[in-house]
């Protein structure tokens, strides 16, 4: 079965600085799909960002962007320029058949 | 149109009662997935439908919890003896189909508390 894990349960940024949230997870596959999802206090999911395990190159969003390291099965979010609403959970989710969620990452943007 | 529908929002009930927790999806999205997120903790996967049928219900966690989709649009997730453990928030998602690349949009979920 596929893991996400996400070994920073919470972390905080100054308004307009850059952080980078972890996501590491184990797979047998080779083609998958990989995301962030943001999850504001009003519990609607929004996708943030996604990846394909075939697709070599970093996909970006915006502020956003994914390090994307097949080999060490490593899918870290940089969100630059962090404004005030970036605040939430960010979530890393893998999908091969089905979506699989970590545990999560409370980011906090301080003003 | 709208987006993904839930409801009710919040849910209270009774150890041991019978629940129906109801899903719209986006008109036009054939894949439609539920979840349950316990506090503190993402998503976690429970089944997914393609069109009417179930695709995959390797994530309900027993025979208690049942799922359909008659008409491949509305789905109801239906939790028979309700326990304590099944207070939760339940997650629904549709996609246009099951393509993994494809957005699942979420639902603004169903907080369930079971007294």
């Known amino acids: 079965a596929q893991t996400v894990t996400q070994s920073q349960p919470e972390m905080s940024v100054q308004e307009a600085e850059t952080v980078t949230l972890s996501c590491t997870y184990d797979?047998?596959?080779?083609?998958?799909?990989l995301f962030w999802y943001k999850q504001p206090p009003s519990r609607q999911m929004i996708l943030v960002i996604r990846q394909e395990a075939y697709k070599q190159q970093n996909a970006t969003e915006n502020r956003f962007s994914v390090n994307f390291q097949k080999a060490a099965k490593s899918f870290s979010l940089k969100i630059s320029d962090s404004q005030l609403g970036d605040t939430a959970m960010y979530f890393c989710?893998?999908?091969?058949?089905?979506?699989?969620f970590g545990a999560g990452t409370r980011l906090t943007v301080k003003p | 149109g709208a987006g993904v529908s839930q409801t009710p929002s919040n849910k209270v009930t009774e150890k041991g009662k019978y629940v129906e927790l109801r899903c719209d999806p986006i008109?036009?999205?054939?894949?439609l997935y539920w979840y349950r997120q316990s506090l503190g903790q993402g998503p976690e996967f429970l089944i997914y439908f393609q069109g009417t049928g179930a695709a995959d219900d390797s994530g309900l966690p027993n025979d208690r919890f049942f799922a359909v989709r008659p008409e491949g649009s509305v789905s109801t997730l239906k939790i028979q003896r309700t326990e304590r453990g099944d207070s939760a928030v339940y997650l629904c998602?549709?996609?246009?189909?099951?393509?993994?690349?494809?957005?699942?949009?979420f639902g603004p979920g169903t907080r369930l508390t079971v007294l």
């Open positions: 998602a549709s996609s246009l189909n099951s393509n993994g690349y494809n957005e699942q949009f």
């Open positions: 008109s036009g999205h054939t894949a």
């Open positions: 797979t047998s596959e080779n083609n998958y799909y």
């Open positions: 989710a893998f999908f091969d058949n089905d979506m699989r």
